[in-house]
């Protein structure tokens, strides 16, 4: 196992220091065929975990919905017509889900309810995120917010934002004089 930089080795110095007690600048001692980087970040991923626990009051088994906003994953891609946003939304009715255009601005809010089925107690592990969720989207001047359109299908919502007729590329022939 390696010992982290700072701790000391077996001459008494701090690892990663030279002979005169000063940092060895791109030195770093091999770490062979038995590391294994899995098991590494495991033990980052645990050390994270005690620290989040001990900073929320909570014990190991503890598990606590956390009712902050948060971010859905979004795509956008444009088109020579329009951009189209597309936004996981799972779980979430299309009830919940509110757009919105404000001084060129895309917003989309809404909120995923936990499962009723599932009481606090019985919770072990809760990675899914609940609760309010916000995204926000700058738009270009080429759309026109008037003519935009939503669909919610299999949990993606789609929302299409035509350009405005002059932003499109219009080809212009070239005639003889």
Do not use: H
């Amino acid at each position: 196992m390696r010992l982290p930089d700072g701790s000391p080795g077996e001459d008494g110095r701090p690892v990663g220091a030279n002979e005169e007690g000063g940092r060895r600048v791109g030195a770093q001692s091999w770490l062979g065929p038995g590391w294994d980087p899995s098991g590494d970040l495991e033990a980052i991923q645990q050390e994270m975990n005690r620290l989040f626990e001990s900073l929320l009051g909570q014990s190991p088994g503890q598990v606590q919905p956390v009712e902050r906003t948060w971010a859905p994953p979004m795509d956008v891609c444009e088109t020579q017509t329009d951009l189209c946003v597309l936004v996981e939304l799972p779980g979430i009715s299309q009830d919940r889900i509110q757009i919105e255009i404000v001084e060129q601005v895309l917003s989309i809010r809404g909120e995923r309810q936990p499962d009723p089925t599932f009481r606090q107690d019985q919770l072990i592990r809760m990675e899914r995120r609940y609760g309010p969720f916000c995204r926000s989207l700058n738009l270009p001047s080429i759309v026109d917010a008037q003519r935009v359109r939503a669909t919610y299908r299999d949990g993606v919502l789609e929302i299409r934002l035509p350009k405005r007729p002059e932003a499109t590329p219009r080809i212009v022939s070239v005639e003889t004089s």
